[in-house]
């Protein structure tokens, strides 16, 4: 490798001195956490944590003291602002050293720390605390990158710590983090001062600093030293994947093949492993997760599980290998043999509780894997939600490079069993669970919703995404599908809200859409059918062409619409609701509106044969019929507007007030409340209600269901 090449695999220096120029300690630590935290070379998701020992004043005493500022349990240092840090007395911490039992005891201590809390800080402190007090600099960084923990998951890790740093680093045998520890971090600190860090067996890498600033830039040139020494080891070998994995023994699909495969199976292992827990899904084919993926050393690695602590506590202590060919594509047996699989792993996990669990471990948890290596395509991740199975799948892509670069110069090991059993079922980490805020009402849903860029598809969106979904957002106007879905995103987050460009009469848009539905979150509980268009003329007036188009979008495309969903949702196996917003045009006809009543009617008739259908397969559809709905709606919007008030024999801005005056409430409906209405039907409050009608129209009498 060249000098230019292993400079552009160096992280980078993104410290900006005018910027940090008049910042506080404090400041100056959330910048240097959150400059670390924006490279996953560094460490991933929620991974490690930073801290720095400033001098604050006492609220009782006015007088100066020395503060452990360092980052709250459950933190991310990327994205940690000031109130994610937790702030404890030194001394006090100092003073647990009296209180520390052995090891036997560890858990104990944590207990200890609320004791040590400064200023009354509600955010909990992590058990990392101790690591961080006990280290006699100012400012130090616990990092977890790819190119140290593949050192420190070497067969030989110590002997290598040494090579690669010339004595620089030190070096600790793996211990669970906590006060154990944290006592020997700072033994081997203070018996070797000219260290500038050290590397924990199969975990990660420590280092510290006398200001924010050298802190940072001594992380950097340690990491970088690492990846250069990797780099270098490696370096002559065409293929350095080879190096570490084998050889490729399987072809890698095109990317459109590799997708095709990933949503093919995904709503059926969701299907399969949701019953204790609804899963969302999502596909990673990386460049590096197909290496792995495809070379001959893939079972034998993945047997071995992830190194890292962090890796682990996500991923669980390995994957599911999937027995696909992808030059045979032999995808109906993959299928076919697919219960078998899982009955395997669940048993096998089960085996492994059963021999690491202690007296008082907290029960056995989901028995399903959280990852499936498949060969040709990639891997794919299922959690609880679409972030949590996101970071899962990171955290495996950081287990792979991590086994990349410890079998290219050495041989990767795994974390033994009983130690892996002790992270994952720690009482403090079935704590940290507990303590969790109970899931909304459609968390771990997925939802697709047509019409997705128009006022009842918008607020239909916002109320499914409040009570935890996952939504796609479909339109045929992608200008306007991307600025509410932009919208969305900022509000809610990126992993919840998705869209795609769909025309609802192309039976091949539909196809792709629920394809790439699946893709995206692994599949679908929740159609709401809500795409829509108006057109008002008499009957002799009313053309052909005009008929067509309300039949085509308001009956055919929800038909087909309905038909996409109602494959994918028998396919999973989980159940389903159908909604689809019709009218109140559907049960009473309106003058000069022959073709868009008639279409309406077919709708909601149409809703009926599904119910029928459906319920032996537990998909309910239910209609919503709305009334006036002007407010932010795209067919109000158009040329229906004004041939709704020519005739009522009025203007268009009278035409608002008519209808509230119309209504037996007299009170005017709005996008919320058709959205309202349509929450009701997929929540699990309605779960036994279909072939239902709910109108939401402020009453009207001829609208009446009998």
């Known amino acids: 490798m060249s000098e230019s090449d292993k400079k552009n695999n160096d992280l980078p220096d993104l410290w900006v001195d005018n910027t940090a120029a008049n910042m506080t300690e404090p ?31 006492d609220p009782l005493t006015q007088a100066p003291v020395e503060v452990l500022w360092v980052k709250g349990s459950g933190g991310d240092i990327g994205s940690i602002a000031l109130d994610g840090f937790s702030t404890l007395y030194l001394e006090k911490l100092e003073q647990l050293k009296n209180l520390y039992r052995g090891v036997e005891f560890e858990d104990e201590m944590v207990a200890y720390l609320p004791h040590c809390t400064f200023n009354l800080n509600a955010r909990a402190a992590s058990i990392d605390t101790p690591l961080h007090a006990y280290i006699p600099y100012r400012h130090v960084d616990h990092l977890h990158p ?17 090579q690669v740093f010339s004595g620089e680093i030190g070096w600790l045998p793996w211990m669970r983090p906590g006060f154990e520890l944290g006592l020997a971090l700072e033994k081997l600190v203070r018996d070797n001062p000219h260290l500038k860090g050290a590397v924990l067996e199969s975990h990660g890498l420590f280092t510290w600093g006398d200001d924010a600033k050298g802190c940072y830039l001594n992380s950097l040139d340690i990491i970088n030293r690492a990846q250069q020494w990797l780099d270098q080891e490696s370096e002559g070998e065409k293929d350095a994947a080879s190096l570490a994995f084998g050889e490729a023994i399987y072809q890698t699909l095109t990317e459109n093949e590799r997708a095709a495969i990933a949503a093919q199976l995904m709503p059926i292992i969701r299907g399969k492993t949701s019953e204790k827990q609804r899963q969302i899904g999502h596909f990673n084919d990386d460049a590096a997760v197909l290496a792995f993926v495809n070379s001959t050393q893939l079972s034998a690695l993945a047997a071995l599980g992830t190194s890292c602590p962090d890796h682990f506590l996500r991923t669980k202590i390995k994957p599911l290998v ?25 048993a096998d996990y089960a085996a492994y509780y059963e021999r690491c669990h202690h007296d008082d471990s907290p029960a056995i948890r989901d028995c399903n894997p959280v990852v499936y290596l498949i060969p040709g395509v990639g891997m794919l991740t299922f959690a609880k939600d679409k972030a949590t199975a ?34 994952e079922y720690w009482l403090l980490e079935e704590a940290k669970l507990q303590r969790m805020p109970k899931p909304k009402s459609l968390a771990g849903r997925v939802a697709l919703i047509t019409g997705g860029a128009g006022g009842i598809g918008r607020a239909t ?6 009570q935890g979904a996952c939504v796609v957002l479909t339109d045929i106007d992608q200008s306007s599908l991307n600025t509410v879905t932009q919208e969305f995103a900022a509000v809610y987050g990126a992993d919840v809200i998705a869209s795609v460009r769909m025309d609802v009469t192309d039976e091949q848009q539909v196809q792709q859409a629920f394809d790439f539905t699946s893709l995206r979150f692994g599949g679908l509980d929740i159609l709401v059918s809500n795409a829509g268009i108006a057109s008002s003329s008499p009957l002799q007036e009313t053309s052909l062409e005009n008929w067509n188009f309300n039949q085509n979008i308001l009956s055919t495309g929800y038909f087909l619409v309905s038909r996409s969903a109602f494959s994918l949702m028998k396919t999973q196996q989980m159940g389903g609701s159908i909604v689809f917003v019709a009218s109140k045009n559907g049960l009473v006809a309106s003058a000069n509106a022959a073709a868009y009543c008639t279409a309406k009617a077919a709708e909601i008739q149409l809703a009926r044969c599904v119910a029928l259908e459906g319920a032996p397969l537990g998909i309910r559809a239910n209609v919503v019929n709305p009334d006036a709905v002007l407010k932010g709606s795209k067919i109000w919007s158009g040329q229906w507007k004004q041939e709704r008030a020519d005739a009522y024999q009025m203007s268009t801005d009278d035409l608002q007030e008519h209808y509230r005056q119309r209504s037996l409430l007299k009170r005017n409906v709005y996008p919320e409340d058709i959205a309202e209405g349509i929450f009701f039907f997929v929540d699990d409050g309605s779960s036994k209600s279909t072939g239902n009608i709910l109108n939401v129209d402020a009453g009207h009498a001829p609208s009446f269901t009998r």
């Open 27 to 57: 400041e100056l630590l959330r910048y240097r956490s959150n400059l670390l935290g924006s490279d996953h070379r560094v460490t991933n998701y929620g991974g490690g944590n930073t801290s720095a020992k400033v001098v604050s004043e």
């Open 390 to 423: 996101r970071i899962a799948g990171e955290f495996y892509l950081n287990a792979i490079n991590v086994m990349r670069g410890a079998n290219a110069v050495d041989e990767y090991c795994g974390l033994p069993e009983q130690e892996a059993f002790n992270i």
């Open 461 to 466: 969106a916002q109320r499914l995404l409040d």
């Open 146 to 162: 790819d190119a140290v923990i593949a050192i420190a998951a070497a067969k030989n890790s110590k002997a290598i710590t040494e």
């Open 322 to 346: 999937i027995n696909y060919d992808p030059q045979q594509n032999n995808i109906a047996q993959v299928i076919s043999e697919l219960d078998q699989q899982l009955t395997d792993y669940r």
